[in-house]
């Protein structure tokens, strides 16, 4: 018999009923929140993880972009983005540096978005500099590519010979005997001549005869060599492309005149109307190297590259020279860094100094197919031969040659740096004086007296060590030691999440 329930209990069991329910709903209630939550958890980390993704991905693309070459590899900061990929964006921003010693530096930021997610990689890499090419090593370098055969082999007889002599200075009173003087290395793809005048200090190493006789003051040690030092792959430098600066381009539609001391190329002279007596014979536009207000006291007044304008390449489709009509020397800025590249001929006839140790410049003459005696370097001032001391890396791809390096004005020069050919160092320092005579000197600022005789432009070339010098950071665009070849191999120094 079952006993019916009382009021009293049927109450109770109504609470219980009635709080258990109460119990269970808050119980789902926080289940559900937990599942909620637990799903916005995953879905921003999954939002996370997949930004992070793109950034990486962003990183990537650069990293690709500057090991193919065609990424920032002097100085600079890019940014590029945003670009969108697998459903997100990625923006970066690129930094390219000039570290020490000479090394590359590259840092990434790569900033990943998606779906309201933001993810930052940070890469750091850099690259050792490109070793020089080994003609750039030498303090005389005449590669004498007219006497290569069409299979690349060399004669066993040479036409060409390297000479360095000595003989009487008209400039020195006491008639006494100079000798050209070369402190580095030498290279010929021919034969060497050396007389008792001539000191050579350093390896002379060539492909034919050497003849330097006994060494006396000379401190060289003589090399004959079947491997040919060949000159650099300049068509392979492509520097119509990589140059920072490309002067006739600036230029413009001007057919003469000068540009603004804020456009880079404002250290160049178009076509002055003042020098057509040294300009009417040349196939080319002419670009003066003088720096707008130089003309009267150039050491007062240095060429001075602009803000933008150092540690670049200069190109330029025409001839470039250094003569001044007012003055005869000219000097850089301190920490210039440049590399003037000229695709014609170029014309030295007034000196240009360095004045400090953090300075060097380079000049690189290129052959145009177009011009049939072009990518030479021409020493000496038409009409006074006014050279006496040159500081440059100097690398010809034709010929280094003279011009009217006499008595006039140039009965010695120095060059600290390199007297570079790919063919021939044709530099005529032995003249005649038939008829003694007074002779205005314009690099002494008097009258000499020249007696009747034969006489020899003395000659020294020194080579910078600096571009042996790692920690040293040279100019850009200089050869590499394999042709057309790169810089080291880039390697990442770090890849971290995070700036």
């Excluded at 937990?34 to 793109?54: D, L």
């Excluded at 006494?176 to 290279?187: H, M, P, Q």
């Excluded at 007389?195 to 050579?200: E, S, Y």
């Excluded at 205005?440 to 005789?453: D, E, F, Q, T």
């Amino acid at each position: 018999m079952v006993r019916p329930m009382r009021r009293s209990e049927r109450g109770t069991i109504m609470i219980v009923t009635a709080i258990l329910i109460f119990v269970l709903a808050g119980m789902s209630a926080a289940l559900l929140s937990v599942g909620v939550a637990t799903a916005r958890a995953t879905e921003e980390k999954v939002s996370r993880f997949r930004a992070f993704e793109i950034a990486e991905a962003g990183a990537a693309a650069v990293i690709a972009q500057v090991q193919s070459g065609n990424g920032p590899v002097i100085s600079g900061t890019t940014t590029n983005g945003p670009v969108s990929f697998q459903g997100g964006t990625f923006t970066t921003t690129t930094t390219a540096t000039i570290g020490g010693p000479g090394a590359e530096l590259i840092t990434v930021n790569s900033v990943g978005d998606f779906s309201g997610s933001r993810e930052t990689v940070t890469v750091e890499f850099s690259r050792e500099p490109p070793t020089i090419n080994e003609s750039f090593l030498k303090a005389v370098y005449a590669g004498n590519a007219a006497e290569v055969n069409p299979d690349g082999t060399y004669p066993n007889q040479f036409q060409y010979q390297l000479s360095f002599g000595g003989g009487v200075d008209a400039m020195d009173s006491n008639t006494a005997f100079d000798g050209d003087l070369v402190e580095g290395d030498v290279y010929a793809g021919g034969d060497i001549m050396r007389n008792q005048q001539a000191r050579l200090n350093g390896e002379v190493k060539g492909l034919g005869n050497l003849m330097l006789g006994v060494a006396g003051a000379s401190n060289h040690t003589a090399v004959r060599t079947s491997t040919p030092v060949l000159p650099p792959n300049l068509a392979a430098m492509n520097y119509s492309q990589i140059a920072d600066i490309d002067v006739a381009q600036n230029f413009g539609s001007r057919t003469s005149g000068t540009l603004s001391s804020s456009d880079p190329a404002h250290i160049f002279t178009k076509n002055p109307s003042d020098r057509s007596s040294l300009t009417s014979g040349t196939a080319k536009n002419d670009y003066f190297l003088e720096d707008l207000g130089d003309g009267t006291r150039a050491w007062a007044d240095p060429i001075t590259p602009s803000a933008d304008g150092n540690n670049k390449i200069y190109y330029v489709d025409g001839n470039v020279w250094i003569n001044n009509f007012s003055t005869i020397q000219f000097q850089w800025a301190a920490g210039t860094k440049i590399t003037i590249v000229a695709k014609g001929n170029i014309y030295i006839g007034d000196d240009v100094r360095y004045p400090d140790n953090s300075t060097m410049v380079a000049f690189i003459a290129l052959k145009d197919s177009s011009v049939a005696d072009s990518g030479n370097i021409v020493l000496g001032d038409p009409r006074f031969g006014t050279v006496d001391f040159m500081d440059g890396v100097m690398y010809a791809e034709n010929d280094f040659k003279d011009s009217n390096l006499t008595s006039q004005g140039a009965a010695h020069f120095e060059i600290l740096g390199g007297m570079l050919a790919g063919n021939r160092v044709a530099i005529n320092r032995d003249y005649a004086v038939n008829s003694a005579h007074w002779e205005w000197v314009p690099s002494l600022g008097r009258n000499v007296w020249v007696p009747r005789g034969q006489y020899h432009s003395e000659m020294t070339v020194r080579f910078d060590q600096r571009l042996t010098d790692p920690s040293f950071v040279k100019p850009p665009g200089l050869p590499p030691a394999s042709p057309g070849g790169p810089a080291g191999a880039w390697q990442a120094l770090c890849w971290r999440r995070g700036l």
